[in-house]
């Protein structure tokens, strides 16, 4: 099970960071992928974590997504710096048996447990 917290209401160029605690299976067996879906849109992916901590940023990151876990607590984290009204969306983690998966062009149905997204609002 994956629980996605850390959203909410952040003014633009705040930073922000957004976790992904994983319970129920072993942690650092699995790769964590960081997404988001804005209204109307379709899902995008930002990275994918691979169990040992090596990064790959997809298609839809760029340089203020930082993606990182700390497999002791269970946990992967997503710090977006210098939010913009841009990245207001809907950020989900999502979880899926590493078997060197990751890369940066991993598609979305690979990963098999999604959580359930945290609403991250731009407003000044």
């Known amino acids: 099970q994956l629980q996605a917290s850390g959203g909410g209401l952040v003014e633009p160029g705040n930073s922000l960071r957004l976790s992904c605690e994983g319970s129920?299976?072993?942690?650092?067996?699995?790769?964590i992928g960081w997404y988001f879906q804005a209204p109307g849109h379709d899902r995008e992916g930002i990275s994918c974590?691979?169990?040992?901590?090596?990064?790959y940023y997809l298609d839809a990151a760029n340089g203020r997504f930082t993606a990182s876990r700390d497999n002791a607590k269970n946990t992967a984290y997503l710090e977006i710096k210098d939010v913009n009204p841009g990245d207001q969306s809907v950020y989900f983690c999502?979880?899926?048996?590493?078997?060197?998966?990751?890369?940066?062009?991993?598609?979305?149905?690979?990963?098999?447990?999604w959580g359930q997204g945290t609403l991250v609002t731009v407003s000044s």
């Open positions: 999502a979880s899926a048996l590493d078997w060197g998966l990751c890369s940066p062009q991993v598609p979305s149905y690979e990963f098999d447990d």
């Open positions: 129920g299976f072993a942690f650092d067996d699995y790769a």
């Open positions: 974590l691979s169990g040992d901590g090596t990064i």
